[in-house]
């Protein structure tokens, strides 16, 4: 079965300053890769996703992500971050055998001024 | 319009009460999901149906019964509440059981007093 690791609970971050939340998945073949926000009180959206292809994906919102196999990784990053940006991140995996996404234990940024 | 919308909100309730969550997609999608998400925000699945036919059942107690009228509604139903089922509860859709790719509704907070 598929995990995933997200091994910062809570990262701050100034306004304007790059953001970089980390994301590793245990799986034995490609796994299709998420990121999701979300914000107070509110439901998931989807930031990005990695199926296949290109190893760096864009995403809403100024986001980006980086499959990178040898390491496992799927490390998500935002050149400037805003106030807005200040939320709940879940990494998540889907493995093509069991139909099901597995979620890591979420990354709480916080963004100051 | 919202894609996956979820009622109530929140409910508040006593323990051993009964009560429902309902939950609707207007995306077209042929797989719902039910989600638990617990205080520390960790994300759990619960059920998911596809074309109405229950396809992933969790280790979750049978106090809690989905049911989908239709591929568009799948509806959540506890009884005997108690004051472990305290929690968010997301609703989720996809295209496919095999499009890992899930838009999630608002959630709904149970709290059980």
């Known amino acids: 079965a598929q995990s995933v690791t997200q091994p910062d609970i809570h990262i701050t971050v100034s306004e304007g300053a790059s953001l970089e939340l980390r994301c590793n998945y245990s799986y034995g073949a490609t796994p299709y890769l998420f990121w999701y926000v979300q914000s107070p009180g509110q439901g998931l959206q989807l930031l990005l996703k990695y199926f296949s292809g290109d190893t760096l994906v864009q995403g809403i919102k100024g986001f980006e992500a980086e499959f990178k196999r040898s390491q496992s990784s799927f490390n998500l990053r935002k050149p400037s971050v805003h106030w807005s940006d200040a939320a709940e991140y879940f990494c998540a995996v889907g493995a093509s055998d069991d139909y099901k996404l597995s979620f890591g234990a979420g990354t709480t940024v916080t963004v100051r001024a | 319009d919202t894609a996956v919308s979820q009622t109530p909100k929140y409910l508040v309730t006593q323990m051993g009460n009964d009560k429902s969550i309902k939950c609707e997609q207007n995306?077209?999608?042929?797989?719902m999901y039910w989600y638990k998400q617990d205080s520390k925000k960790f994300l759990k699945i619960m059920f998911s149906y596809n074309n109405k036919e229950l396809i992933i059942n969790e280790t979750v107690p049978n106090r809690f019964s989905p049911k989908s009228p239709d591929k568009a509604h799948l509806n959540l139903h506890i009884n005997s509440l108690e004051l472990g089922d305290s929690a968010v509860y997301f609703c989720a859709s996809s295209l496919g059981l095999a499009t890992y790719e899930q838009y999630f509704g608002p959630g709904t907070r149970l709290t059980v007093t």
């Open positions: 995306l077209g999608h042929d797989t």
